[in-house]
């Protein structure tokens, strides 16, 4: 059974930090993996999409990557604001089920 | 606008009631899926459909039912034999096999009063 791990739960850190959230899973026949970005009482916005044959991803001032082999997925934030407060979920996605981490709790201290 | 929306926004539901939870999506997916999530933890699964009149059933699908009746509508019934509903409900929907992007509703969040 696929289990997909987060680390760290929370993180504080100061506005302007470039700063890196872990993501691992136990299976690593996957499709897929995908971020996502929750704020409180909302749904969740999809960050990036890595396909099982790409090692990163990048948006603006996000960039994700994947390795298969070893399970693991890193989320890099650079220059860090505010509004990058949120709580930061990976989903793999094996078969046809996405399977999430806990979350990493974000805060950005102005 | 494409996307998925879930009503309504906040459902009260009394002991011994069965309460129903919309989600459409727009997006032409042919997969979908209802999560639950409790405060401080991680998504997980109730129920999962890839293809109209198929669903199959979650990790904690016990006291919740469904039907996939059109490919845009897939409703989430929370039964009297779910002891403990009150949580956020998402409802989610993707490309089938997994090969695509997955999309999330805005949520619903049904409290037992």
């Known amino acids: 059974k696929q289990e997909v791990t987060q680390i760290p739960a929370a993180l504080s850190v100061p506005e302007g930090e470039n700063l890196v959230l872990n993501c691992s899973f136990t299976?690593?026949?996957?499709?897929?993996l995908q971020w996502f970005r929750q704020d409180p009482g909302k749904g969740l916005t999809s960050l990036l999409l890595i396909q099982s044959s790409q090692r990163e991803q990048t948006s603006g001032r996000l960039n994700a990557s994947l390795d298969k082999s070893s399970g693991r997925s890193t989320l890099y934030i650079a220059a860090s604001q505010p509004g990058d407060s949120a709580t930061y979920l990976c989903a793999v996605i094996g078969g046809d089920k996405l399977v999430f981490g806990a979350g990493t709790i974000l805060r950005v201290k102005s | 606008d494409g996307g998925i929306t879930q009503s309504p926004k906040y459902l009260f539901r009394k002991e011994g009631q069965n309460v129903t939870l919309s989600c459409e999506q727009n997006?032409?997916?042919?997969?979908m899926y209802w999560y639950r999530q409790d405060p401080g933890q991680g998504l997980r699964l109730i129920y999962y459909s890839q293809i109209v009149n198929d669903f199959q059933k979650g990790d904690i699908a016990e006291g919740y039912s469904v039907s996939r009746e059109k490919k845009e509508s897939f409703p989430l019934t929370v039964t009297s034999a779910q002891k403990n509903p009150t949580a956020f409900y998402l409802c989610?929907?993707?490309?089938?096999?997994?090969?695509?992007?997955?999309?999330f509703g805005q949520g619903t969040r049904l409290t037992v009063v």
């Open positions: 997006l032409n997916h042919d997969a």
């Open positions: 299976d690593s026949a996957i499709y897929n």
């Open positions: 989610a929907s993707s490309t089938t096999g997994g090969f695509g992007e997955a999309f």
